[in-house]
Each structure stands twice: as structure tokens, then as C-alpha cells.
């Protein structure tokens, strides 16, 4: 059964850099799409932010984080990282990984394997 954590949230300052991790065991690569989704303050469901599949084709889908935030894949490590840079408090939020079957997707209702989430707050 595959289950993913995440890891590498806290608090930081505006302007500064976070790498978060996503670790999935019980995973078959050959098949998966992993995204990073998150659950601002007040927010209903998480919302996509970066999806790789398994080849490494990447879909982007918040233009808020275009330019700042970077999403890598290690297959022999089970590992998803998403690099955030000049981090703004509008990032504030929970931030999920979770995986789907379906190759080039980010929408949020493909993705069945979902982690516990890790908090990263922005605020000076």
C-alpha cells in the first residue's frame, strides 16, 4: 500500500527559501503522477500547485508560484521535493503531496493517495 509524508515545512520570513519533501513507500513508479497541492487559512480543500509524472513532465497549476516554486523527482529515492523561493505570507498554508494514476494530471479529484500535510507559515 503506498503511503507518502511529507516533511520540510516551518516558519520563515518573507522573501525566504524552503525545500519540501515528499517520501513515498510502497511505491510503484512506473505508473504515478505525484502533485503538491495546498490549504491556505479559511480555504474549503487544497488546491494544485505542481504536478511530475512519471517522466518527469511537470504541470504547473498555480501561476502564483510560476517563477518561484520548483517541483523534482527522484525515482530510485521515492522522493518528490518542491523547492519554494522568495516565500510570501500568501503562501501560508498546508502542503499536501499525493499521488494519481493518471499520467499529466493536477486536478485535485485524480489524486486517490493523499500524505498528512506539513505546515509552512510566512510572516515576519
Known amino acids: 500500500q503506498v503511503q507518502l509524508v511529507e516533511s520540510g515545512g516551518g516558519l520563515v520570513q518573507p522573501g525566504e527559501s524552503l525545500t519540501l519533501s515528499c517520501a513515498a513507500s510502497?511505491?510503484?513508479?512506473?505508473?504515478?503522477?505525484i502533485g503538491w497541492f495546498r490549504q491556505g487559512p479559511g480555504s474549503l480543500r487544497p488546491v494544485g500547485i505542481f504536478?511530475?509524472?512519471?517522466?518527469?513532465?511537470?504541470?504547473l497549476e498555480a501561476d502564483s508560484v510560476k517563477g518561484r516554486f520548483t517541483i523534482s523527482r527522484d525515482n530510485l529515492q521515492n522522493m518528490v521535493s518542491l523547492q519554494m523561493t522568495n516565500l510570501q505570507p500568501d503562501d501560508t498554508a498546508v502542503y499536501y503531496c499525493?499521488?494519481?494514476?493518471?499520467?499529466?494530471?493536477?486536478?485535485?479529484?485524480?489524486?486517490?493517495?493523499w500524505g498528512q500535510g506539513t505546515q509552512v507559515t510566512v510572516s515576519s
Open positions: 510502497g511505491w510503484t513508479s512506473v505508473h504515478s503522477t
Open positions: 504536478c511530475i509524472d512519471k517522466t518527469g513532465t511537470t504541470t
Open positions: 499525493a499521488t494519481s494514476d493518471l499520467r499529466g494530471t493536477c486536478r485535485r479529484s485524480d489524486f486517490t493517495i
